[in-house]
């Protein structure tokens, strides 16, 4: 099989497709939404170095090399097996599969000649190691078959990298361990976007999600060019605590400029009550899965159907005040009736009713 | 507390003196209707003006006749013995009282001097403890101390007097006349309330105690979360408080099963229903399941039987066939009414797992600990009502009137009702007078007398009643610490504020404590008394003095309540949130400044009400309310 799509099981064989192909195929499989899409496996790849010779050809260009670890040697092996591989397409049948399963694609999503991602997925043996995955590249905007076949193939060439083969060399890697799996994954097109906290970060309440969007891609909310939306959730039984409107001027439409909110949508909630409350669920369910409170981006697509449009971009522990000491209410060693004692005499009289998260930001 | 007594009269800095405050026409001299130590005087001033006083509208909602002031003496001489003398709370005193304007004023008096506070802590953790530790074995001891007093006050008796005692006095050789038994049962009938307040409060601010801990350590370990979500955690679901409501749900269902609905949901009185009822075998089967549940579930006051005239749903049959009603129409139209018990468990249980799982292990032992203690004094919290201001003060109240009608019997009286217009120390000089004059055989020495007073009060009580109570007097505290106050009374520091600025004038906003979460836009009904209750449309939000746990079958059909009075944990909002209408409670002036038919906000989170459209035609809708009364 060349291709997988990620609520295949298969897709989860990191040997075959790769870490992030399969770390995407895991999410989907965990009932949290990624852009869809497919990947490419390493049989692909192994299918074109097959073809023409291509493997006994970077074999010979690599030998050539010896033990040099000058970055001239590395980029001139580049430029030979580059200019080998130009010549090379993809076989029919690798390209053929690409092809239906890019058709898929269009077809599931209801979008025709659909915008996607081409992401490398290196994988290797075992013995190998992961440290590799970041050295290559990830390519936006991709439309059209045979578009996504030309940066498939770039993915290709990209295993032989001046830059990489250097990084290979130093560790000790043999390039050939390597396998280039790759990933094709709708551009997300984000009528409103945000980041959700599994906490309360101004008070570090762990029963709250908080979650801040606004128009357009996440980019605004992150880098505070806007004044998001902001929405509370209680954790336990996800019921909307609060909604605060903010003023958005501007949204990214693309990832390049900003381009002027009209102004009769910078104060309308760019969340829906039931959209607020399905990432809520998800933020949920990533800090159970996690066992720790996450940060997490999200997109809103406007491409997809409504009910699959809900897309999980990043999730990362959160470190302020998960990592922060935490010491219960009353002092363990003074028993009930001092703690009591204490709670009726006032020193903090009850609040007769919390402002929930009225203070943040 | 006094740092701001300076202030000169008018500031808002202050609220008014009581020596400020003026009677309502019409009622100037109410003060000589009350016990003297009930009603500000010289004597008092000092003291007086240096408090903060705010009206305990909860339990007197109107100004009180002159004999229902005996219940603003029970309860703080019951709040008063237990934090200040028996468990000596380390902070706080008792609540001083009075009555002013007919309306009952209550202000919490703290202890300052740490010496003293010292003394007192070590006295509550002793005392405090020994309930705590024996909370289940006391608390089975509390029902049957309640029990006895409930039955000892049923068999309170006032024989009319008639020509010749009965022979048995003399074939008994008794010795003395039963005349007697009059004065000795009144006697009885006032010990037996007071007795039965102290034990209200035997057990209640330890309960408060146990459940405010629990709070605090949920409001350390979660900033933000709410009350709401606090009381669920604790909250039972199948104790005494939701029974009689469960009763009329119970009627509902059965009234569905056997095809009644086109007569209980009729029009007519409660005499034409039941009529039609006991033409038909299923209508007497329903009767009969009627009648089971009518003691003791509906012995059940529409609001708290502070007063005499209050009618429970026994004495007025229309409040739980109106409430029958409701859920019959709500059962026709495919709505599951009932509670289900195991699943709301499960429901708490579930919610209990989940704040737990969010806390460390050492937090978690503290939570589950703190869980059980607000577990176990909570249901006190919720089921004393039952035991003390219903079933205690019905009997209470149907032995003050037939104590009324043997005063109208003995010729003293013209109606049964003037016997409320004098208090209880004049009852017993009045009494005494009866039972002497009928033993020398001579006419009643009083009765010219007390029949003119009575006279002179009937327009004074009717002017108090027709006027609100402010909410507070004197100088406000510049924090209100007393727990008690704010979990009870629903008064803080935010509310007092408000009440200062609001006192200025009309707003077109009212602060209250977020009762029962939810926002919700409509007509509001003002409804002053539960007798008013009928008049209550679908779609309206209720505005209230308060409102009592027995008004749950009008929140089937009101779509928000807001109170003058009340707290997050006052027995109200407890009710409220397990019916999940948005609530704000504790507004203060909400009956006084809302006009029935005026469209408002209510945002039960806030805690606010914002008016939307002006009062409509004010004399109208008054005349609508009096028209029913």
């Known amino acids: 099989m060349f291709t997988r799509e990620f609520n295949d099981p298969a897709c989860q064989d990191v040997r075959e497709v790769g870490g992030k192909a399969a770390g995407l195929a895991q999410m989907t499989a965990a009932g949290l939404p990624v852009a869809p899409g497919f990947a490419v496996t390493a049989a692909a790849y192994r299918a074109y170095l097959q073809t023409g010779g291509l493997q006994e050809f970077t074999r ?98 990209s295993v032989f990298a001046g830059r990489v083969l250097s990084y290979l060399a130093e560790k000790e890697i043999d390039p050939h361990a390597i396998e280039m799996a790759v990933v094709i994954q709708k551009t997300v097109r984000a009528r409103a976007a945000g980041v959700m906290f599994t906490l309360s970060p101004t008070s570090g309440d762990r029963s709250k999600i908080v979650m801040e969007a606004s128009w357009g891609l996440g980019l605004s909310v992150v880098g505070g060019e806007v004044t998001p939306d902001r929405f509370v959730v209680d954790k336990v039984g996800l019921g909307i605590a ?50 720790a409170p996450q940060d997490i981006e999200f997109a809103v697509d406007e491409e997809l159907p409504e009910g699959s449009n809900l897309i999980l971009l990043q999730c990362r522990p959160e470190t302020v005040w998960s990592n922060a000491d935490r010491k219960p209410a009353f002092d363990a060693t003074a028993g009930m009736m001092s703690w009591i004692t204490g709670s009726i005499s006032g020193a903090t009289a009850p609040p007769a009713h919390a402002h929930d998260a009225s203070h943040q930001r | 507390m006094t740092d701001t007594a300076g202030t000169t009269p008018g500031s808002t800095a202050r609220f008014p003196f009581f020596n400020e405050s003026k009677a309502p026409a019409g009622g100037e001299g109410w003060e000589s209707m009350y016990p003297y130590y009930l009603v500000p005087s010289e004597e008092t001033t000092e003291h007086e003006n240096a408090q903060f006083w705010f009206a ?186 939701f029974r009689p409501d469960d009763e009329l749900r119970k009627l509902a269902a059965l009234s569905h099963e056997l095809d ?158 003037d016997m409320f217009y004098l208090n209880r120390f004049e009852l017993d000089t009045a009494l005494f007078d009866v039972v002497d004059s009928w033993a020398i055989g001579v006419p009643a020495r009083g009765k010219k007398r007390w029949q003119a007073e ?61 009762g029962s979460l939810g926002i919700v836009e409509g007509p509001v009904r003002v409804l002053r008394s539960e007798k008013d209750l009928p008049l209550l449309q679908p779609g309206e939000i209720l505005v209230a003095p308060i409102t009592a746990p027995s008004w749950a079958a009008a929140f089937a059909v009101a779509t928000g309540v807001i109170t003058d009075i009340g707290g997050m944990m006052c027995h109200a909002a407890i009710v409220c949130r397990e019916y999940g209408i948005p609530a704000v409670v504790g507004t203060g002036f909400a009956t006084a400044r809302l006009t029935t038919g005026q469209r408002v906000r209510i945002d039960g989170k ?24």
């Open chain 1, 60 to 157: 010979g260009v690599l030998d050539g090399l010896g033990t040099s670890r000058e970055q001239s040697a590395f980029d001139d092996a580049d430029r030979a097996i580059s200019e080998r591989f130009t010549r090379m397409p993809l076989p029919d049948s690798v390209a053929n599969a690409i092809r239906a399963a890019y058709a898929k694609l269009c077809e599931d999503t209801g979008v025709d000649n659909i915008a996607v991602a081409v992401r490398s997925s290196a994988t290797a043996e075992d013995s190998v190691g992961a440290s590799f995955a970041g050295e290559f590249e990830t390519w936006v905007d991709i439309v059209g078959a045979d578009a996504v076949l030309e940066y498939v193939h770039k993915c290709y060439v």
């Open chain 1, 242 to 291: 609060d909604r605060v409107v903010g003023n958005k001027i501007i949204e990214y439409r693309r990832g390049d400029a900003p381009v002027d909110v009209p102004a009769e949508r910078r104060d309308v909630l760019c969340l829906q009550d039931d959209e607020v409350v399905a990432l809520a669920t998800l933020g949920k369910k990533l800090e159970r899965i996690h066992q």
């Open chain 2, 56 to 241: 305990d509208t909860m339990h007197w909602s109107r100004g009180c006749h002159p004999f229902d002031s005996i219940g603003a003496e029970a309860v703080y001489l019951g709040v008063g013995t237990f934090s200040t003398r028996i468990f000596a709370l380390p902070v706080s005193l008792g609540l001083d009282v009075r009555v002013v304007n007919g309306y009952v004023y209550i202000s919490p008096l703290g202890v300052e001097d740490p010496a003293r506070i010292q003394e007192r802590v070590a006295i509550f953790q002793e005392r405090a403890g020994y309930y705590y530790a024996n909370w289940d074995e006391l608390y089975g001891k509390w029902k049957a101390k309640m029990e006895g007093a409930i039955d000892s006050l049923r068999t309170i008796e006032f024989p009319r007097l008639a020509e010749y005692d009965p022979a048995e006095v003399v074939t008994e050789a008794r010795g003395r006349s039963s005349a007697m038994a009059v004065i000795e049962n009144y006697h009885r009938l006032i010990d037996e309330f007071f007795s039965i307040w102290q034990y209200h409060f035997e057990f209640l601010n330890l309960g408060y105690g146990g459940y405010i801990t629990f709070f605090q350590f949920c409001k350390q370990a979660f900033p933000l979360i709410s009350e709401q979500s606090i009381s669920r955690m604790v909250a039972g679901v199948d104790v005494l408080a």
């Open chain 2, 260 to 417: 009644l609905n086109s007569i209980i949901t009729g029009d007519g009185g409660p005499e034409t229903i039941l009529a039609a009822l006991a033409e038909t075998t299923n209508g007497r089967t329903w009767l009969a399941a009627f009648e089971e549940a009518k003691d003791p579930w509906f012995n059940y006051f529409a609001e708290y039987g502070f007063t005499h005239d209050q009618e429970t749903w026994a004495s007025d049959l229309s409040i739980p066939l109106q409430g029958i009603s409701r859920y019959a129409v709500k059962i026709a139209a495919g709505e599951d009414i009932s509670r289900p018990i195991e699943r709301l468990r499960d429901e708490r249980d579930e919610i209990v797992d989940e704040y737990r799982a969010l806390l460390t292990g050492d937090e978690a032992r503290q939570f589950d600990e703190l869980l059980g203690l607000a577990r176990k004094v909570f249901p006190y919290i919720e089921e004393h009502n039952i035991y003390v201001e219903h079933w205690s003060h019905k009997v209470f109240w149907e032995k003050a009137w037939d104590l009324a009608r043997f005063l109208v019997d003995a010729g003293f009286l013209d109606t049964a009702e």
């Open chain 2, 454 to 514: 009575i006279a002179r009060r009937r327009p004074i009580v009717a002017a108090l009643q027709a006027a609100s109570a402010p909410p507070a007097y004197g100088i406000p505290p510049q924090q209100v610490t007393d727990p008690f106050a704010v979990m009870n009374y629903g008064v803080t520091t935010e509310r007092v504020h408000d009440w200062l600025g609001a006192s200025d004038g009309a707003t077109d906003k009212l602060n209250g404590i977020p």
């Open chain 2, 606 to 629: 806030a805690g606010t009400v914002v008016v939307l459209e002006p009062a409509p035609d004010t004399t109208r809708a008054t005349e609508t309310a009096a028209a029913v009364r």
